[in-house]
């Protein structure tokens, strides 16, 4: 996710607090099935499914018994230490947009384990990986993997150990929570109307991963799509969402307003840029203040604004940008064209030229991410059965950006946040923040959460 400040916590962190955290005695103890090799939990899964879950035919209609049986099977010590030590080894080895090799790499051994067919790579790194019938309906699930260019502030015996890498956005959470849900759905394989789709996609922060996992076929048959983020202003296992805009729409523009150079004693041999760039910054203060319902949440920021560096010349040249932010595709997309008209026609009042350049190359574009109502809903009933009622909230929308809201543009989507936040461990930091943390008992619960939406979709959406 893309926060909006980069704002480095000033407090300590108690490191203490985090190793006691870490080694929780709870996973650490004889409640373990010491020394039993994931390759055979993984077997033994797939045999037998989990202990006290409902016989298939009682999963015929999705009941409370149905998302136990999930949060049981993803609760067993075995597979919560497992899940923790991916996490941590993903954490340890950080890896940046679409350089994530050794992270994709994990997940395959993990999907050869379990015997889970895939296709890779997508999006370079990524790959789609796929449990069930075979046929429709298709429900997908996707996970991030790539990591931050910040250097870790936190001490633990974990720490990334790429100097000037991080996993700061909770990221190495979403894959091991990924792989725990196809662990659980393989070991359900036999329940599943029809086909889950598990989407491991790259360069999320930076690149957008998304878009070209969609050009690599990741939605090839989907019908519907959800996905997680950690968020450390819930605490943890509370999952929040809500129904329309999450997340605002964020992109980028820079302008090049051309005009003709000449002494600024005699103007009028000139044709003046600066004149032209000061009218446009203020015209385009009136697209959002005069164009936008003000009940529809708009930002039109101009960051920057460059020319000339002689004090008796009128440039050539003036180069303004700045950020725009929406938050439903159509005031998205309207900025975006405002802005260029704007600018363009304020420019040629002043008889100068203008070039606007929304990065669109570069893959800075982020439309906003849009909930469908009804895969809100889905993801809403699925957590309260999963968590109980009163771990459930409804959400503000945020100024911030996900590049899960390409999906949301094409399929029904459902985006989720499961709290993380612990303040005995000290996990309160916002995403990248060289002091994240996770509070890793969310690993379970976040995997359960996953199957439970995937596999409960195909039974009563599907
Ligand atoms: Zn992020
Ligand atoms: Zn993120």
């Known amino acids: 996710m893309l926060f909006n400040s980069i704002i480095p916590f000033a407090e300590p962190i108690t490191t203490t607090e985090n190793d006691r955290s870490f080694f929780d005695p709870s996973y650490t103890t004889t409640s373990l099935t010491a020394n039993k090799p994931s390759d055979s939990v993984s077997h033994k899964n797939r045999s037998q499914g989990a202990t006290g879950s409902p016989l298939s035919s009682e999963c015929e209609v999705w009941t409370k018994a149905c998302s136990e049986a999930v949060l049981g099977l993803a609760k067993r010590p075995e597979n919560v230490k497992w899940l923790k030590s991916l996490r941590r080894k993903i954490h340890a080895n950080p890896e940046l947009a679409f350089e994530e ?3 994709s790499k994990l997940i395959r051994h993990e999907l050869d384990r379990m015997e889970v067919m895939y296709k890779y790579p997508l999006a370079k790194t990524g790959l789609r990986a796929w449990i069930g019938t075979g046929s429709a309906p298709f429900v997908a699930i996707r996970a991030d993997m790539d990591a931050l260019p910040i250097q870790e502030a936190v ?15 909770g990221h190495d959470a979403h894959v091991a929570m990924l792989i725990g849900a196809a662990k659980i759905l393989k070991s359900r394989e036999h329940l599943l109307k029809g086909t889950v789709i598990l989407l491991f996609q790259p360069a999320e922060e930076a690149g957008n991963g998304a878009k070209r996992m969609i050009g690599d076929g990741a939605l090839e048959n989907v019908e519907a799509i959800f996905a997680v983020h950690v968020s450390h202003e819930h605490p943890t296992a509370i999952i929040g969402s809500r129904p329309g805009p999450l997340l605002a729409g964020c992109g980028f523009f820079r302008a090049v307003i051309s005009g003709k150079r000449g002494p600024a004693g005699n103007p009028h041999h000139s044709v003046d840029p600066i004149l032209a760039a000061s009218a446009a910054v203020i015209s385009l203060q009136g697209i959002v203040s005069r164009e936008a319902n003000p009940l529809d949440s708009q930002v039109v920021s101009v960051t ?6 002689n004090l008796d010349m009128i440039p050539d040249t003036v180069v303004l940008g700045g950020t725009f932010r929406a938050f439903s595709n159509t005031s998205f997309y309207q900025l975006l064209q405002r802005i260029e008209e704007v600018i363009v026609e304020q420019a040629s009042v002043y008889r100068c030229s203008a070039m606007v350049d929304f990065f669109e ?10 909930n469908d109502e009804k895969m809100y809903e889905h993801v809403r009933k699925v957590a309260i059965d999963l968590v109980g009622p009163t771990n459930f909230r409804v959400v ?7 590049d899960f809201s390409f999906y949301s543009e094409v399929v029904p989507a459902g985006f989720f946040y499961i709290g993380i936040r612990n303040e005995t461990l000290g996990s309160t930091h916002t995403g990248h923040s060289p002091f ?16 439970s939406i995937a596999e409960r979709y195909l039974i009563e959406q599907g």
């Open 101 to 103: 090799f050794e992270t």
């Open 361 to 370: 190359k570069e893959n800075t574009i982020y439309p906003p991410t849009v």
């Open 155 to 169: 001490e633990w015996e974990h720490k990334s150990k790429v100097a000037g890498k991080m996993h700061a956005c």
């Open 304 to 309: 920057s604004f460059n020319g000339g560096n």
């Open 436 to 451: 994240f943390m996770i509070d890793e008992d969310v690993l379970p619960i976040g995997a359960a959460a996953h199957a």
């Open 396 to 402: 503000p929308p945020m100024m911030g950006a996900e």
